[in-house]
């Protein structure tokens, strides 16, 4: 367990982890690889087999999804963005980017240092 010494708190954080959804697990399997080999993220995962419900032109959709948690920093969002609406094939992809409340320093550390 991480003592909390080794966390950094707050919004003086870089960090940032973005939500998206695709269609499917090779999609996100795409994007994923594009956006680390940019150095646009330095993390991705991917989780499978998500249900997503949500209304869109009028209709409510059920459909399976992916969820990518991308890892990546400040400076680096509005470019990551700005991919992300290049390669991913939805007319209009799901993009949140959250501040994490805690994050361990040697993470973040190794996290600024990869997206250098």
Known sequence: MLALSQCQFGIEMETRIVLVTTPSEEIASQIATTLVTETLAACVNIVPNIRS????????EDEKECLMLIKTTL??????????????????????????????????????????
């Open 53 to 60: 419900i949500y209304s869109w032109q009028g209709k409510i």
């Open 75 to 116: 400076n680096k969002i509005t470019d990551l963005e700005h991919r992300l609406h290049e390669i991913h094939p939805y007319e209009t992809p799901e993009f949140i980017a959250l501040l994490p409340d805690a994050i361990s320093k040697g993470y973040e550390s190794w996290l600024l240092s990869t997206l250098k």
